[in-house]
């Protein structure tokens, strides 16, 4: 199997910063874009998703891939992790020596798992395989399927959790007590906890004192890798920066 880092016809691919407390950038999320044709019918990126193919969805993660290879001089000297989704359709597509190498070579490229994935409802050993050879993120933790049966069924460091659990817990009279015991817990036992959906200052506001290890969501503005790699978002600034 080979890479190759040319995008299929309006696509395109940009990246989602995480904060450390330090403000530092200390990875990004790769995600797909795509330009719709005048006139068509407005579709979303799940949408899309659910009605591509699985050669297309193949094709998509090994020109993510590709693209982060091209540039992995920039994710090593700035210490910046890179993480790619795949699911059951392109889980196959890492059982590749040559995309094994490549990932190796890399050497910062982490894979997410989504806690909706059926692979981790139960014991998988397809996965469980390629856990040796790759890194694995659980996705979108909290969302009401796998739950911490996901982390019984497979071996995770990191764990990013769903961005509407942070949004309903908001909402709750005792939810801020909720979040910060749950994020107690996965510290306490050595996870790496990523909270997604942070959207305003508020959202930083209510999560400040509790022990995450990263944040992202639409505060911070997603980019090309161009603009990436060109300093136009500085690895080393938060834009609301909180402070301890």
């Excluded at 700035?78 to 196959?92: C, Q, S």
């Excluded at 979040?179 to 508020?202: D, K, P, R, W």
Aim: glycine content about 6%; hydrophobic content about 45%; proline content about 2%.
């Amino acid at each position: 199997m080979s890479l190759t880092s040319a995008e299929p016809t309006g696509l395109r691919y940009v990246f989602q910063p995480m904060f450390d407390r330090a403000g530092k950038m200390i990875a990004v999320e790769c995600l797909t874009r795509f330009t719709q044709e005048p006139g068509s019918a407005a579709i979303t990126v799940e949408q899309f998703f659910s009605d591509a193919s699985d050669e297309l969805r193949a094709r998509i993660l090994q020109e993510q891939i590709a693209l982060v290879k091209s540039y992995q001089w920039w994710f090593q000297q700035n210490d910046v992790m890179v993480t790619i989704n795949v699911d059951e359709a392109t889980l196959h597509t890492l059982n590749d020596d040559f995309i094994a190498d490549c990932v190796k070579t890399i050497g910062c490229l982490h894979f997410e798992v989504s806690e909706f994935s059926s692979t981790l409802v139960k014991r998988n050993p397809a996965i469980e395989a390629l856990g040796d050879k790759y890194s694995f993120w659980l996705d979108d933790f909290g969302a009401g399927y796998a739950g911490f049966g996901a982390l019984a069924m497979q071996s995770f460091r990191f764990i990013k959790m769903d961005k509407n659990l942070l949004w309903n817990l908001r909402e709750k009279k005792n939810g801020q007590q909720l979040m910060a015991s749950l994020l107690h817990y996965f510290s306490a036992n050595h996870y790496q906890v990523i909270v997604e959906g942070i959207e305003t200052q508020e959202h930083l506001t209510w999560i400040d004192n509790m022990p995450w290890f990263a944040l992202q969501g639409l505060l911070w503005q997603e980019q090309s890798i161009e603009a990436l790699t060109a300093g136009q978002s500085s690895a080393n600034a938060l834009p609301h920066q909180t402070h301890h």
